[in-house]
Nanobody, 121 residues
Framework: QVQLVESGGGLVQPGGSLRLSCTAS????????MGWYRQTPGKQRELVAS???????VYADSVAGRFTISRDNAERTVSLQMNNLKPEDTAVYYC???????????????WGQGTQVTVSS
């Protein structure tokens, strides 16, 4: 089966930076959109940033100008560079990929296990 593994989370002070990475593994025909979502207790999971296989990006208003998403199709990875972090960025961050395992299969979502990002002084 397809799996996504995230890394790079941790504790950082306000104004600091972190870089999250996610690697897809398993038998995959194509990955369309990859993205990062985040969730805090009592709140719904929200989109942070996404990127198509062609490089088109979407950012949440709250992170635009501070976060940068990128991907490497050959390595099947997606990264999120997070700069000028704020306490409100604290959340569990989840990697997401929209994938096909075979050519005529419908695209479906695969989720990573999540990585904790804590921004606190």
């Amino acid at each position: 089966q397809v799996q996504l593994v995230e890394s790079g989370g941790g504790l950082v002070q306000p104004g600091g930076s972190l870089r999250l990475s996610c690697t897809a593994s398993g038998s995959i025909y194509v990955i369309n959109v990859m993205g990062w979502y985040r969730q805090t207790p009592g709140k719904q999971r929200e989109l942070v940033a996404s990127i198509t296989r062609y490089g088109d990006t979407v950012y949440a208003d709250s992170v635009a100008g501070r976060f940068t998403i990128s991907r490497d199709n050959a390595e099947r990875t997606v990264s999120l560079q997070m700069n000028n972090l704020k306490p409100e960025d604290t959340a569990v961050y989840y990697c997401n990929a929209d994938v096909k395992r075979v050519p005529y299969q419908a695209l479906y979502d695969v989720w990573g296990q999540g990585t904790q990002v804590t921004v606190s002084s």
